[in-house]
């Protein structure tokens, strides 16, 4: 089967730039999203096509792409934006979707 | 603005059926421009995706689940439905229903896309 790749973990300090890859065989020819998901809640949609950001998303969330690695960006992190963060894509048949296994954000 | 809601059993025995319902509102489930899918979240775990299926019916599962997996459509009551057969206690996870975004080129074909929005989630636990 096909999987994403994400760190387990990710610790930042206040007004610091957090970083968190997804990586995948895949990623050259699928998009990838991101989600945040907070205790409780459902996951909320962050990114789509690896950089557009739905309205209403802070302009601190930004997104990337190069390679086998889609990458999320959140600058000037905040207290906030502590949560765990999945990235999505599909697999080479661009059908059937896939999640990685979530990137827990520490905001220190 | 549209709004997702998930019902059905929260408690169900191992080795029988577990049966959603999602709920569309504010939105036509026969738009063309969408697939509706399930979603899962076993406790403290990740995300997986169950499957889709557009208005006319068209599904899409995961491999892994295909073989116990029904995703049906009732355009008449905007709602579409989650069959899952067999179940025993990891099937337990909190289950989301959501729309789903695609792209269909002539070149490219079908490509699912992202899930926006998600319903509140309904957890369901399988125990005798």
């Known amino acids: 089967s096909y999987d994403l790749t994400q760190p387990p973990s990710v610790s930042v300090s206040p007004g610091q730039t957090a970083r968190i890859t997804c990586s995948g065989d895949?990623?050259?020819?699928?998009?990838g999203y991101w989600y945040q998901q907070k205790p409780g809640q459902a996951p909320a949609l962050m990114i789509y096509?690896?950089?557009g950001r739905p309205s209403g998303i802070p302009e601190r969330f930004s997104g990337s792409s190069s390679g086998t690695t889609v990458t999320l960006t959140i600058s000037g992190v905040q207290a906030e934006d502590e949560a765990v963060y999945y990235c999505?894509?599909?697999?080479?048949?661009?059908?059937?979707?896939?999640f990685g296994g979530g990137t827990k954000l520490t905001v220190l | 603005q549209l709004q997702l809601q998930e019902s059905g059993p929260g408690l169900v025995k191992p080795s029988e059926t577990l049966s959603l319902t999602c709920t569309v509102s504010?939105?036509?489930?026969?738009?063309?421009?969408?697939?509706w899918g399930w979603i899962r979240q076993p406790p403290g775990k990740g995300l997986e995706w169950i499957g889709s299926?557009?208005?006319?019916?068209?599904?899409y599962y995961n491999p892994s689940l295909k073989s116990r997996v029904t995703i049906s459509v009732d355009t008449s009551k905007n709602q579409f439905s989650l069959n899952l057969r067999s179940v025993t206690a990891a099937d337990t996870a909190v289950y989301y229903c959501?729309?789903?975004?695609?792209?269909?080129?002539?070149?490219?074909?079908?490509?699912?896309?992202?899930?926006?929005?998600w319903g509140q989630g309904t957890l369901v636990t399988v125990s005798s």
């Open positions: 504010g939105d036509s489930i026969s738009s063309t421009s969408y697939y």
């Open positions: 096509k690896d950089t």
């Open positions: 999505q894509s599909a697999d080479s048949s661009g059908i059937s979707v896939v």
């Open positions: 959501v729309r789903q975004d695609y792209d269909y080129g002539s070149r490219s074909g079908l490509k699912m896309n992202w899930f926006d929005p």
């Open positions: 895949a990623l050259p020819n699928q998009y």
């Open positions: 299926i557009y208005y006319s019916g068209n599904t």
